[in-house]
């Protein structure tokens, strides 16, 4: 990719960012379903061996503040939208390289680049609110 291509450095700077994004969600949501599922598997076990009732019904609490937070955050949603436009943007840089599919014959690969590049944030973006709104409607 040249480095003077305002289109190729901020397709880079994406590919970068979503790529960095998708994984932290990724980490975040097997984080928050890990503890989720260890907190589960003891509280049977706090019953069991007449634990204060303090103690198995903070598990409990645990429980449902992980699940809520997950909600909130949306982990495991962003986690694969972001994977999915990442990806997305490589292929284009993948097919703009070799001047293929859509950059093929064309007079200004460049131009298509951009376009396509941005058009494929700007549905990211899209898909981003929308499950925003999704999710604070679901709250009320």
């Not at 480095?3 to 960095?20: F, G, S, V």
């Not at 951009?114 to 058009?119: C, G, M, P």
Request: net charge neutral.
């Amino acid at each position: 990719m040249t480095p003077e291509n305002p289109t190729t450095k901020r397709l880079e700077k994406q590919i970068d960012w979503y790529d960095r994004k998708s994984n932290l969600n990724q980490r975040f949501f097997h984080w928050v379903k890990i503890i989720e599922i260890v907190v589960a598997a003891f509280i049977p076990f706090l019953s069991g061996i007449n634990s204060p009732a303090i103690l198995t019904g903070s598990a409990g609490v645990l429980i449902v503040v992980l699940e809520e937070l997950q909600h909130l955050f949306q982990f495991q949603h962003n986690w694969i939208s972001y994977r999915s436009t990442c990806e997305n943007l490589k292929h284009e840089k993948y097919l703009w390289l070799a001047k293929s599919g859509a950059y093929a014959n064309v007079e200004n690969p460049d131009v298509v680049l951009a376009d396509r590049v941005e058009s494929l944030i700007s549905q990211e973006h899209a898909k981003w609110i929308a499950g925003q709104e999704k999710a604070g409607q679901a709250k009320r």
